[in-house]
């Protein structure tokens, strides 16, 4: 048990970064202990292609037929987004009194990362190829969201040794949040790029500090499962599944940048303007006020970006080879669309679970993945993605893995 522990912390560690995706199963076999190790990754986007998005963590030269394709993928409106997180549960069903109810306790830490940015083409278009293209036109950024959280999560609760349906209240560490947008922002140039008129509606709000624990949360998880007739009488074992519901509060000083004005610039070249060193660099405070960009320190009180799922879910114990499980996810986000998925698991053997899946939404649009899951008695492992295209091909619109372990005593 020992070197298994071990294992688990280095698996862990490995993992901390990905965000868990994949499909539950329904399991009615009790037993005494369990530990379950998941982990995922997934970023996705609804116009700009991977060649484009691996450039940025994989290092590369990205060049223009890159940048043309994902340009002409591109809509007025536009997302793109990451998903990424890890998790660890320990059940216990061995509580004296608890286990008398059919209860167990379960503690849970678990490592999140979820944002991403609404923007329109003309923000890809600027960013990719500068304002030379944008020359004697207007520029419209209006409509971009920006928003970003970085927390970690404690949580204890209880779970039905039968069903598996749980609920769980949690404690969070808010470690970073980006928010902000445009509710109009638009930048025209004269032909010579001389002239610049921008104005600007919107805000931001970015951390100060380099401190690990920048705010606070308290949330739930629920994981209701219960059974409804289906059709041949089998039975359809459905999940609502909540996780990550709750609030946070910033405890340092965040600090906000308030746009509302118009701006004009004769005798500037762009990038005297927008740059590393430029007039609009948040290290000019003296400037920006006098600008009417207005700087003030805040500690807000937000929603966590948890969601809500419900779906039919396989059955780990059914004596049919092949089964159908669907759903819907719903996070409280601007960025990321209502996300439904689809697909069939196929049984061969006892030991092996294998599947496929197609889904819509979310960051990006349509998608389909794969997933293979083993058992070994107590152990069982499951590995897969839900971007298949993305995770073999550069013109996918991102990319997706993910992988769960768990160990029965």
Known sequence: MGNFLTFVIVFFSFTFSWAQITIESYDTVEFNQELIVTGGFDYSSSSIEKDIMSKFY?????????????LNKHENVNRIGLDVGAEVFYRNFTTPYLSAKNLGVQIQFGAYNFGGILYSDDLFGLAFYGN????????????????????????????????????????????????????????????????????????FELRQSTKFSQGLGVGLDLDYRFSLPWYKNRAAHIQFLAKNVGVGFMTEPQRRYRMDTTIEYSGFRFDQIIGDNAILSAESAILLDSLGIESTDVKSVFMLPGFIQVGKMIDENSQFKVQTFFGARIYPSL???????????????????????????????????????????????????????????????GESFFIRLKCRL
């Open 58 to 70: 994989r290092g590369g030269v990205i060049n223009n037929s890159m940048k043309e394709r994902s």
């Open 335 to 397: 960025i990321y669309n209502p996300f439904i998925y689809g697909g069939i698991d196929f049984k061969p053997f006892d030991w092996l679970h294998a599947g496929a899946s197609a889904s819509f939404g979310g960051f990006a649009g349509f998608k389909t993945g794969l997933y293979v899951n083993l058992n070994w008695n107590k152990i069982q492992a499951g590995f897969g993605t839900d971007n298949i295209v993305g995770l073999v091909h550069k013109s996918g619109n």
């Open 132 to 203: 030379e293209m944008y020359l004697g036109d207007t520029i419209d950024f209006s409509g971009t969201n920006v928003s970003f959280t970085s927390f970690q999560k404690v949580g204890f609760g209880l779970i039905n040794a039968t069903t598996k349906s749980s609920l769980s209240l949690n404690v969070y560490n808010i470690s970073n949040r980006v928010i902000g947008g445009f509710r109009g922002c638009s930048l025209s140039q004269s032909t010579d790029g001389m002239n610049v008129n921008l104005t600007m509606d919107g805000f």
